[in-house]
Structures are given as structure tokens and as C-alpha cells.
């Protein structure tokens, strides 16, 4: 706990560098903030999220931990119970099923459970998403089960600005946060960033650009796909788009999303998951609950298809691109 | 009230061909001169055709590959003791495994460059897909043993794990549930040193993995696991014990991962250089070819024959490999379902609509044919 702060350099840093940046940031500033996992230390991470870390905070608070996620998970929520501020990461949102014994049994539970005398203040990182031809199970998009989940927070970030201040704000959170990163973003998504300590709430979305005619809902990586459909719907049929990324899934910003389909009365929900007992159906059924007069077309879904993730050769016609958007938005807008 | 020793570990390791060809006659298993050379005839190809793989990778052709250099005596040599009925389920890192159970390589690299058909296992075979999210078959492989146990027909069932691995509870359930109903189950770990980046000495704070067995009244044995002669009679004695219905048995083959964990890792960030060295001094195949030179059944000739002759199989299985039409997007729905529901219905239309959104009208005749079964 330290030092006056110093004005605050902007920088362009990628996705995977701001994420690295926040949880340096973290730890600079509370010593409780441990980073637990597999190849976080000395090797920094598969894709280099905890870089240098090991080096500046050594083996105590940057640890490589036995390949094990159930005990990552477990004894990051006992070390939390005892004061510090541990945060998880799964290696990739395919190796998360293991864990959620422990996610649905007892993370978001023990709040409750000890009558408010316990909080569990921890973040539980993983890559989300396809599209970078990796192989099997490395191209999950999970949020809905952790969404469902009680007590738990559940972020997605989709740009660099908003993932340095959201994971901070993740760390500092007196609850549980799930924070998930778009992989196809960790590289390719640039933006200016500040240095240092800052945050960005919890529950918020983020108006990624404002319309009148049809509103995008979206989160992750699914976010810069809305963006080019949203440009060719602007272009080739002159519609005016709104885009709403949701960047907090749990809870929902449902003002920001009232607001946006309230003043456009058409949605497309847009999102890489299958879309049965997805997020987006959740968001579809409180649109319908409280919108309905104001919508003058179904919301629809676009998201992966009902079954399982195939391999990368055909990821491209599983995960939804600006093709599947406009088409969607085509018919809601004709409707 | 006394303070005894109620019990006490015995951990046994196997060694028995050296560095240098020289070999322990009392412990030399059974082996025929057919079979030797069958041995070292898989782990000299597939060593070959790892190569191949890893430049594929590099020019572009496959995507990420786990190279199994290294760990050639631990992967082909097991499956040697086992017929085609028994079951077989490998790590991702199994290419090895696989070759030896017959399968055509074409399909493996075609399964890493994402393409779904390339889980094709020969006929009659039973080997099961690995699981990527590491250990989570070890379970199911109780299931397979316990399967072949209520058919009673001395089937049995043969798994592999990695050191980090061995950390993950479902290894202790799987051995709970294989030593508890005596199950003809044989648990290999192939303790390669290396959990992408983590050292072995960061799982486990065992002296030996092996020593786990005895938490679950299974047999359990550490062999050399370059040293395919030990490999053989660890595996074969196992497989016999389980076949006679005297239970499981865990293995622990020390090996090590020559090469980088997948292709996207760069073990240079994490490992001295001079372990990899030493390790090397120790190659399975190098030191089985002095023993097979000793025995006189191997010689340059017959080296250099071999030698043209992987590289035309490799050439032929690169071939028919490249030569697979790309998949038809539609195949993506076939077999998920005895029969598709509704929902799966819509959405393969819904796709075709996609498909000639993008392509036009016509696209849908252009495409290969699809595969699988649908509805």
C-alpha cells in the first residue's frame, strides 16, 4: 500500500496486455492479491496474461499450482475466506466443467450460508470463445452456466480499456467475479489504456455506438462482429444501429437494455454460445417481461447452434459473423 | 495401546535394457524376435512421422500438434500386449499409441487440423477418442474394464494419464473404483516430466508416482520409460494379472517430452537446456537399436531400408491427408443425436439459408457431399 499516484500515461495496449497490467496494478497496490494456476509463473501464462509477473512478485503470490482445477478452484475460495484476494485462472473455458462443484455447491453460496459473516472476494479468469483454430474444447463459451449460478458476478470485457478496469474492479469486488476474456481479442483488439489504478463498474454496459432503428445486444468477442454488421446494415440499407455490449452479464444492466430496445423496439441479441438456456435467452424473456409494448418485432438470437463445438475447420459456421447478424437483423427489421 | 507398523510401501522400479544395449537376462520378458523388431519398427516411424507432423505445422499445413518425441517406447509398446477387443484410450499426446493399434495416420492429422473425421479408429478396434480436458476418461476407462469384466471374456481395458494429471481427483476416483470392484484395468502414467511448463516435482510431493496405486489396493510399479523391454513386461504382467481377474494395476513410465508441450509453446521459456541433453543420452530407440544390433537382427541395411520406407508411408499418409475434400459444413449436424430433434432441423436449414446467403443460390450443389447421419 503505497506511493501518491502519478498522472496517468495513455498508452495502446492489445486485450492480453491490459489484462496483464491490471492484475499488476492489483497486486502493486494490495499485497493480499494472489494470482494461483497452471503455468502463471514462470512460464506466464499460454497466452502470456501473467507475463513478467512471476518474476516481480515470486513464488508466493504468482503460483504455478499442480495441474488441478478443482483444487485451484477449492483452495482459492478458502484462501478468500482467510483474508486474501486470490485470483484463479483456468487454463481454458473448456477445463471449467471441473470446477463447477464447487462453483454451484459453495463460491457463490457461502456469503449466505454463513449468515454474512463470510465473503468469498475472489476472480476466477479464463479465455472465452473460438475462432482461433485451437483444438478441442478450447473454444467454449460457458457464461450461461456460471450466469445461472447464484451470488457470483459473471464480466466479459471486449476491449483493452474496459479489461484493465473491470478486472481490477474485479479483484476489489467484496464477491465473487467469473471474468471471462475473448481470446480471438487478447492480440487483436487495440486500444488506449491508462496506466495505473482504475476501474470500471460492475453492471454496466457500454453503448458502443448509439441508433435509432435496431439495437444489437451483444458481449465479447461477438461485440466487434456486431460492429461490421452493424456498418454493412448502415451502408447497404441505410438502418441506423444501435450496440450494446453488455461487458457485466451478471448482473445485468437491464436499464441500459430497456433503455436501448425501448427506443428502438427491434433487437438482435448476438452471442457465441448454443442458443438454448442460453444468457441471450434470458435477455430475450426480460425484454418480453418488461418491453413488450415497445418492441415492434421478436427479439432474436443469434448464437452457436444446439450442439457441440466442432473442430476449427468448420468454427466459422458455428460462431455467428456479420453474415448471421445481418440476416437476423434483416428479418427483425422487415418484421 | 501399541504404536505399530500396520503397513509399508514397496516400490518397485523396472529396468532393464541400458543405455547402451546392454540388457538384465534375469529380467528379460518373453519377447519373440518378430515382436522385438515390431517394436522398433513403430517407434522409428513414428518418431519420423512426428517430425513430419510438427513441419507440417510450421509451413502451415496442420494446426497445433503435440509432439510425442521421446516418449516412443512408453506409447507403442503397451498396446503390443493387448488384442484389437481390449479397450485403449491414450492422452491427446497418443499418436503413438494409436500407431501401434493400426491406425492410419492420415486421420490423426487430420483430426489436428481440426477436422472432425479424424477420429477414425481401425475396424473391430476398440480404442476411444483421448479427452482434451486431461483425466476426465480416467473414470470412464473403469467403466470400459468394468464392461469387460461382466462380459467374461478376459477383455480388459488400458489407459494412459500424464504426470500433471496424476494430480486431478479423477485419478483418485478412477483407481477408488478400480481397486474396489477388482477391475481388469491397467492405468499407465506416462510421467513425461513436464505439465506444459509446471515440473514434475511441482504435482505430486510422492517420491514416485507409482506409490499412488497402493492408496487403492491396486498394484502399482515405476518402469523406465524409455526402456521398451521394461515397458513390455510391465504392461504384458499387468495385462495378464487382469486378465486372469486379479485386478488393476497402475504404471508409471518415466519418460520425458523432448520437444515443446504443443507447437503454441515455447519450452525455452521454462527449461534448462541441459535436461534436455542428458535426456537424450537416454533415447528409447537409440539404445533399442544397439540391443536389436547386439542380438543381430538389425543392421545398416536394414536400417537404411526402413528409413526409405517410413518416408514413402509418411509421403502417403501426408498425400491422403491433403487429399480429404474439405468438410461440408453441414456435417457439423449429423450424429448428435439417434435421432435429431426439431431444433437441430431448423437450425441445419437455417445454415443452408447461411450458406447461400454467402454463396449464392447454387453454393449448396458446389459442396462435398455431407457425412454422418442425419436426422
Not at chain 1, 19 to 25: F, G, K, S
Not at chain 1, 284 to 303: C, K, M, N, T
Amino acid at each position: 500500500m503505497k506511493t501518491a499516484p502519478k498522472p496517468a500515461a495513455v498508452r495502446t495496449l492489445n486485450l492480453v496486455q491490459a489484462v496483464n497490467e491490471a492484475l499488476d496494478v492489483a497486486m502493486g497496490k494490495d499485497e493480499r492479491v494472489m494470482i494461483l494456476g497452471e503455468d502463471v509463473g514462470r512460464n506466464g501464462g499460454v497466452f502470456r496474461a501473467t507475463e513478467g509477473l512471476w518474476k516481480k512478485y515470486g513464488d508466493d503470490r504468482v503460483v504455478d499450482t499442480p495441474l488441478a482445477e478443482i483444487g485451484i478452484m477449492g483452495s482459492a475460495i478458502g484462501l478468500a475466506i482467510t483474508g486474501m484476494r486470490p485470483v484463479a485462472e483456468i487454463q481454458f473455458d473448456g477445463f471449467m466443467p471441473s470446477v463447477f462443484d464447487q462453483v454451484v455447491c459453495h463460491l457463490g453460496r457461502i456469503r449466505s450460508r454463513s449468515r454474512g459473516k463470510m465473503s468469498v472476494p475472489l476472480v476466477l479468469r479464463a479465455p472465452h470463445g473460438g475462432l482461433i483454430h485451437a483444438p478441442e474444447h478450447h473454444s467454449e463459451s460457458p457464461e450461461a452456466y456460471f450466469c445461472h449460478t447464484p451470488g457470483i458476478k459473471v464480466v466479459i470485457p471486449s476491449t483493452p480499456y474496459d479489461a484493465k478496469g473491470l478486472l481490477i474492479a474485479a479483484i476489489e469486488d467484496p464477491d465473487p467475479v467469473v471474468f471471462f476474456e475473448p481470446k480471438l481479442l487478447y492480440r487483436s483488439a487495440k486500444g488506449e489504456v491508462p496506466s495505473g489504478h482504475y476501474t470500471v463498474e460492475i453492471g454496466k454496459a457500454r453503448l458502443v455506438k448509439e441508433g435509432k432503428d435496431i439495437t444489437l445486444l451483444t458481449w465479447g468477442a461477438m461485440t466487434v462482429t456486431c460492429e461490421k454488421a452493424a456498418e454493412r446494415l448502415e451502408k447497404e440499407d441505410g438502418v441506423s444501429v444501435e450496440i450494446l455490449d453488455l461487458r457485466t452479464l451478471a448482473p445485468l444492466d437491464l436499464d441500459a437494455v430497456l433503455a436501448s430496445v425501448g427506443k428502438t423496439g427491434r433487437c438482435v441479441i448476438a452471442h457465441e454460445a448454443p442458443n438454448t438456456g442460453s444468457w441471450a435467452a434470458e435477455l430475450s424473456a426480460l425484454i418480453a417481461e418488461r418491453g413488450l409494448l415497445r418492441l415492434l418485432a421478436p427479439v432474436a438470437r443469434v448464437g452457436g447452434w444446439d450442439i457441440r463445438m466442432p473442430l476449427f475447420r468448420l468454427e466459422q459456421y458455428y460462431i455467428p459473423d456479420a453474415d448471421r447478424v445481418v440476416m437476423a437483423a434483416r428479418k427483425t427489421l422487415s418484421f | 495401546m501399541p504404536l505399530k507398523t500396520i503397513a509399508s510401501l514397496d516400490i518397485k522400479r523396472l529396468e532393464i535394457l541400458n543405455i547402451d544395449g546392454t540388457f538384465d537376462k534375469t529380467l528379460m520378458p518373453k519377447v519373440s524376435d518378430k515382436l522385438l523388431l515390431e517394436m522398433y519398427r513403430l517407434m522409428f516411424q513414428i518418431r519420423a512421422f512426428d517430425e513430419r507432423a510438427i513441419l507440417l505445422q510450421r509451413s502451415g499445413r496442420l494446426g497445433t500438434y503435440p509432439m510425442i518425441t521421446g516418449q516412443e517406447a512408453t506409447q507403442c509398446v503397451p498396446p503390443l500386449a493387448l488384442k484389437p477387443s481390449d479397450w485403449v484410450v491414450p492422452t491427446y499426446r497418443g499418436g503413438g499409441v494409436y500407431f501401434a493399434r493400426g491406425m492410419q495416420m492420415r486421420y490423426g492429422l487430420l483430426y489436428w487440423a481440426g477436422d472432425d473425421r479424424g477420429t477414425h479408429f481401425p475396424e473391430g478396434n476398440n480404442d476411444m477418442i483421448f479427452s482434451i480436458p486431461v483425466g476426465t476418461h480416467l473414470t470412464q476407462v473403469a467403466g470400459l474394464a468394468w464392461g469387460q469384466k461382466l462380459k467374461g471374456q478376459g477383455g480388459v481395458a488400458m489407459t494412459y494419464c500424464g504426470d500433471g494429471t496424476s494430480s486431478k481427483g479423477d485419478l483418485h476416483e478412477a483407481l477408488t473404483f478400480a481397486g474396489q470392484f477388482k477391475l481388469p484395468a491397467i492405468y499407465i502414467i506416462e510421467n513425461n516430466g513436464w505439465a506444459i511448463s509446471v515440473p514434475r516435482k511441482r504435482q505430486a510431493a510422492s517420491q514416485t508416482l507409482a506409490q499412488k496405486a497402493w492408496g487403492y489396493g491396486v498394484h502399482g510399479i515405476q518402469v523406465d520409460g524409455n526402456d521398451a523391454l521394461a515397458v513390455y513386461a510391465a504392461t504384458a504382467e499387468a495385462v495378464a494379472r487382469a486378465r486372469k481377474g486379479e485386478g488393476p494395476t497402475l504404471i508409471e513410465c518415466e519418460t520425458y517430452r523432448m520437444g515443446h508441450h504443443t507447437t503454441a509453446d515455447d519450452a525455452t521459456r521454462y527449461r534448462d537446456g541441459k535436461d534436455v541433453e542428458a535426456w537424450r543420452k537416454k533415447d528409447p530407440i537409440s539404445r533399442f537399436k544397439k540391443f536389436l544390433t547386439a542380438k543381430k537382427l538389425w543392421d545398416e541395411k536394414k536400417e537404411k531400408d526402413l528409413s526409405a520406407k517410413t518416408q514413402s508411408w509418411i509421403d502417403g499418409e501426408v498425400k491422403a491427408y491433403e487429399e480429404f475434400p474439405a468438410p461440408n459444413p453441414l456435417n457439423m449436424f449429423a450424429d448428435n443425436y439417434d435421432k435429431a430433434p426439431r431444433a437441430l432441423i431448423e437450425q441445419r436449414a437455417e445454415l443452408e439459408e447461411l450458406l447461400k446467403f454467402k454463396g449464392g443460390a447454387k453454393i449448396l450443389m458446389s459442396l462435398p457431399p455431407t457425412e454422418g447421419r442425419f436426422p
